[in-house]
């Protein structure tokens, strides 16, 4: 009878440690989680994800030798040009809980500030210490890192280009929304315009009806678009190419991939790039470094993109001044 209790206890037991072995295996496979601004969920999907951001990301942990489902398990969320749902968004992935929160704003990054201090956040940040995200760019001294654009967002810059392109125009629409027209950065975008000699007005958008606004300027005298740099205006940017076109008017934007969608100009940072870079914080904090003593990375090249198909379609003739500029020239 002692035999048997004894050959069941140590049969129960060999049967248990493999799964054991598998639970422990399954428990130390990361899981990261990642919340954009306005991203249609779909576009987020896959191991190439048609969002240029998520698509950046996921090329970055690639190379890195992650790959979803297998080594690693990725949490793919977007408040899809809805702000007030973000909160929910970081608390639920708090909650899950993952390893790493990666956020692409400052807005974004304090909200995951005040939801957890324990899960890591890597996100892409202006001006950290200023807007109290870090204490230092050197020691964070919290759980959020990453990313930040050194100096301004480079709005004014964008205007010398409009201004350059369109010396005789002076009519210039500020895609945006009201909140960013009256800030601080705000001021000094239509402070830069007015010492251009550029009108520049607010086109204000209440995301995500972006449709109203574009319909407003139809019946403006418009001599060209200036589209924010917030991130909600990330995935609409062929809808607002389209309609430069239709406008005849050249569009200026931030982000390069608007070019590749038809748009005019842009001038800003990368951002496929960024969360290519992005998945290298998120390496180092899953092998055990501590985010409170990760430097804050500061990018400091932006790149001026044209779009010479448009510009011919436009009537436009770039000054050699400006395409002598350039870092990428799409024909």
């Given at each position: 009878m002692h035999r048997r209790r004894f050959l069941l206890t140590s049969m129960a037991g060999a049967f248990a440690a493999p799964l054991a072995a598998g639970a422990q295996a399954a428990r130390r496979s990361p899981r990261v989680g990642i919340v954009l601004a306005s991203a249609p969920l779909p576009t987020m999907a896959g191991p190439e994800p048609a969002q240029i951001v998520m698509r950046g990301f996921i090329h970055g942990l690639r190379a890195l030798g992650y790959v979803d489902g297998q080594n690693i398990s990725i949490e793919r969320r977007s408040s899809e040009g809805v702000?007030?749902?973000?909160?929910?968004?970081?608390?639920?992935?708090?909650?899950?809980?993952?390893?790493?929160?990666?956020?692409?704003?400052?807005?974004?990054?304090?909200?995951?500030?005040?939801?957890?201090?324990?899960?890591?956040?890597?996100?892409?940040?202006?001006?950290?210490?200023?807007?109290?995200?870090?204490?230092?760019?050197?020691?964070?001294?919290?759980?959020?890192?990453?990313?930040?654009?050194?100096?301004?967002?480079?709005?004014?810059?964008?205007?010398?280009?409009?201004?350059?392109?369109?010396?005789?125009?002076?009519?210039?629409?500020?895609?945006?929304?009201?909140?960013?027209?009256?800030?601080?950065?705000?001021?000094?975008?239509?402070?830069?315009?007015?010492?251009?000699?550029?009108?520049?007005?607010?086109?204000?958008?209440?995301?995500?009806?972006?449709?109203?606004?574009?319909?407003?300027?139809?019946?403006?005298?418009?001599?060209?678009?200036?589209?924010?740099?917030?991130?909600?205006?990330?995935?609409?940017?062929?809808?607002?190419?389209d309609f430069a076109a239709r406008l005849r008017v050249p569009d200026f934007h931030l982000y390069a991939h608007a070019v590749e969608a038809g748009g005019f100009a842009s001038y800003g940072h990368d951002a496929y790039d960024l969360f290519r870079r992005a998945a290298g914080f998120v390496d180092r904090i899953l092998k055990g470094t501590n985010p409170?003593?990760?430097?804050?990375?500061?990018?400091?090249?932006?790149?001026?993109?044209?779009?010479?198909?448009?510009?011919?379609?436009?009537?436009?003739?770039?000054?050699?001044?400006?395409?002598?500029r350039a870092d990428r020239v799409i024909e």
């Amino acid at each position: 009878m002692h035999r048997r209790r004894f050959l069941l206890t140590s049969m129960a037991g060999a049967f248990a440690a493999p799964l054991a072995a598998g639970a422990q295996a399954a428990r130390r496979s990361p899981r990261v989680g990642i919340v954009l601004a306005s991203a249609p969920l779909p576009t987020m999907a896959g191991p190439e994800p048609a969002q240029i951001v998520m698509r950046g990301f996921i090329h970055g942990l690639r190379a890195l030798g992650y790959v979803d489902g297998q080594n690693i398990s990725i949490e793919r969320r977007s408040s899809e040009g809805v702000p007030e749902r973000q909160e929910d968004l970081i608390l639920g992935l708090a909650q899950i809980p993952v390893d790493v929160i990666v956020v692409p704003t400052n807005r974004m990054a304090l909200l995951a500030k005040k939801i957890t201090s324990t899960v890591p956040v890597v996100a892409l940040m202006d001006a950290p210490v200023e807007s109290g995200i870090v204490q230092s760019l050197a020691r964070p001294g919290g759980n959020v890192t990453g990313l930040t654009l050194a100096g301004d967002v480079p709005g004014g810059k964008r205007l010398e280009i409009v201004r350059q392109v369109l010396p005789k125009g002076s009519r210039i629409a500020f895609l945006g929304r009201k909140e960013e027209w009256s800030s601080q950065e705000g001021q000094a975008l239509r402070g830069a315009a007015r010492s251009l000699g550029l009108t520049l007005f607010l086109a204000d958008v209440q995301m995500p009806l972006l449709g109203p606004a574009l319909e407003r300027l139809d019946r403006e005298r418009v001599d060209g678009l200036f589209v924010s740099a917030n991130p909600v205006f990330f995935v609409h940017v062929k809808q607002i190419a389209d309609f430069a076109a239709r406008l005849r008017v050249p569009d200026f934007h931030l982000y390069a991939h608007a070019v590749e969608a038809g748009g005019f100009a842009s001038y800003g940072h990368d951002a496929y790039d960024l969360f290519r870079r992005a998945a290298g914080f998120v390496d180092r904090i899953l092998k055990g470094t501590n985010p409170r003593e990760m430097p804050v990375e500061q990018v400091e090249r932006y790149a001026l993109v044209l779009n010479l198909k448009t510009a011919r379609a436009l009537g436009l003739t770039i000054p050699q001044s400006v395409l002598q500029r350039a870092d990428r020239v799409i024909e």
